[in-house]
């Protein structure tokens, strides 16, 4: 059974460009969440995406933006990089929240 | 205000010792409630869900205090495998949110 799988696992991007991460759920589950971690910090809620709609979104401006298709996979997408969204970008998927969510190992981005 | 809040520590606790972290929540209408376990540049893996009459899981348990937005995880007996970072998760209808985490290293 396949957990949550992210690519690319490293990314080196410079300030100013865009860049897309991609996230497979666990199989079963049909709601995926995004989340930014910096060191040393907890994973920072970006959004949250059910039947391909945005369901909630936490404190990220507007170049955070994301996607989710027909099966259930989903895209994160970060216009105009800055230095500071250097950081480990989590997916997390979920079928009820009851048992919590399972997440991917994460996209390492680096902006230069 | 943050949704959640943990004290990040660190815990430098020996072998063999019981150790408690707490975690509160700002938002009364938090539905469920988790702790989570993250190893150094690992992503984070479900430890134990929290429900308000308490569970405990081995040398793991966890007590949720909805009246004081509250919770807990205490692990007795602290073996060197337990040294990681344990976050707090508080979940609504479309989100979950979590504190800082809490480091602990477990000393020989």
């Known amino acids: 059974d396949a957990g949550v799988t992210q690519s690319p696992t490293h990314l080196i991007k410079t300030r100013g460009q865009q860049v897309t991460l991609r996230c497979s759920p666990k199989?079963?589950?049909?709601?995926v969440s995004w989340y930014q971690q910096a060191l040393g910090q907890g994973p920072q809620f970006i959004f949250q995406y059910y039947e391909e709609e945005e369901r909630q979104r936490g404190n990220f401006p507007d170049r955070f933006s994301g996607h989710q298709f027909p099966n259930y996979s989903s895209e994160l997408n970060v216009n105009a990089l800055l230095l500071g969204d250097s950081a480990l970008y989590l997916c997390?998927?979920?079928?009820?929240?009851?048992?919590?969510?399972?997440f991917g190992s994460g996209t390492r981005l680096t902006v230069v | 205000r943050k949704e959640v809040e943990q004290d990040p520590g660190p815990f430098n606790v020996p072998e063999g010792a019981t150790v408690a972290f707490n975690c509160t929540y700002s938002?009364?209408?938090?539905?469920?409630f988790f702790w989570y376990r993250q190893d150094c540049r690992k992503e984070p893996k479900l430890l134990m869900s929290?429900?308000?009459s308490g569970n405990e899981d081995g040398r793991f348990t966890a007590q949720l205090n909805r009246a004081s937005q509250y919770i807990s995880l205490l692990i007795r007996d602290s073996k060197l495998s337990d040294s990681a970072t344990y976050l707090c998760g508080c979940a609504g209808a479309n989100n979950l949110f979590f504190g800082t985490g809490t480091r602990l290293t477990v000393i020989p």
């Open positions: 199989s079963g589950h049909d709601t």
């Open positions: 997390a998927s979920s079928m009820d929240r009851v048992y919590g969510y399972t």
């Open positions: 929290v429900y308000s």
């Open positions: 938002n009364s209408a938090s539905q469920s």
